[in-house]
């Protein structure tokens, strides 16, 4: 949700100002999600290396989630909407910890849309975590496969992104999503967050449902130009096909996160 800072300082306001409006706009993107039955949204609220700011713009960081989680959470309920957090807790205070579980705790049944929040959340750090369970829980070397590592993440049980947007211009993943984006088609606008509305979050999805996506594969109108039986002929100016079949998929799980 990147640009909160810019859009305080355009307008000649704080900055936490700026960091309020960008909460404020996550509503409206949840509820784009809903009208375009998007079935996952995560969005990066604070990442573990956002404690480097100034201690006042983290401890006011830390009371406008607060608010915002209790305040919001009943109407996203009443929405369908299940809350999950992604990161962990370490330094995050109490009264924080207590809004995060509630909303966890409050939603928990929902399933209409999954609002994923990374929160105290880094994608290195969510790597090395994973890692340390497994060998915690005993893992065997030659266990450790890419299946094994997703399940340990904090995303365990969700699909990859298909696309992340990341807002003010920024091209630069920030360390979000990092094992998880792979393969994610990546959006940036000049757009700062809490500017950042349903019409700019439909052009998104519409220049997403342009692309064509291969995953290391090749398009099936290109397999026309192989004949049948031609299947180990690469062609002299490129590999041989190496990768699953590509396709061109029409879902969309769009993450205002990488737009931190």
Request: hydrophobic letters at 35%; a negative charge.
């Amino acid at each position: 949700m990147d640009g909160n800072g810019r859009w305080a300082h355009q307008r000649g306001l704080p900055r936490l100002m700026g960091h309020r409006a960008g909460t404020e706009n996550i509503r409206r993107i949840v509820h784009a999600c809903v009208e375009n039955d998007v079935k996952y949204l995560t969005v990066y609220a604070f990442s573990t290396e956002n404690w480097n700011r100034p201690s006042s713009e983290v401890q006011g960081l830390m009371r406008i989630l607060a608010d915002v989680i209790e305040r919001e959470t009943p109407e996203l309920d009443r929405e369908g909407v299940q809350i999950r957090h992604l990161g962990h807790m370490e330094n995050v205070p109490v009264a924080l910890q207590n809004a995060i579980r509630y909303s966890l705790e409050t939603t928990k049944n929902n399933s209409r849309l999954i609002l994923s929040v990374c929160f105290n959340y880094g994608g290195r750090d969510d790597i090395v975590r994973a890692v340390r369970k497994m060998v915690a829980e005993g893992t065997r070397a030659e266990d450790i496969t890419e299946e094994a590592i997703s399940r340990s993440l904090d995303t365990a049980g969700m699909p990859d992104p298909d696309l992340i947007i990341r807002t003010a211009g920024e091209m630069r993943l920030s360390n979000f999503l990092l094992w998880q984006a792979a393969y994610a088609e990546y959006y940036s606008t000049p757009t700062t967050w809490p500017d950042f509305d349903k019409d700019a979050f439909y052009e998104a999805l519409a220049e997403y449902s342009r692309r064509h996506r291969k995953f290391g594969g090749i398009l099936p109108h290109e397999h026309l130009e192989y004949k049948e039986g031609d299947a180990d002929d690469s062609p002299p100016d490129s590999p041989a096909d190496a990768g699953p079949q590509a396709s061109s998929s029409s879902s969309v799980r769009p993450d205002p996160a990488a737009v931190q």
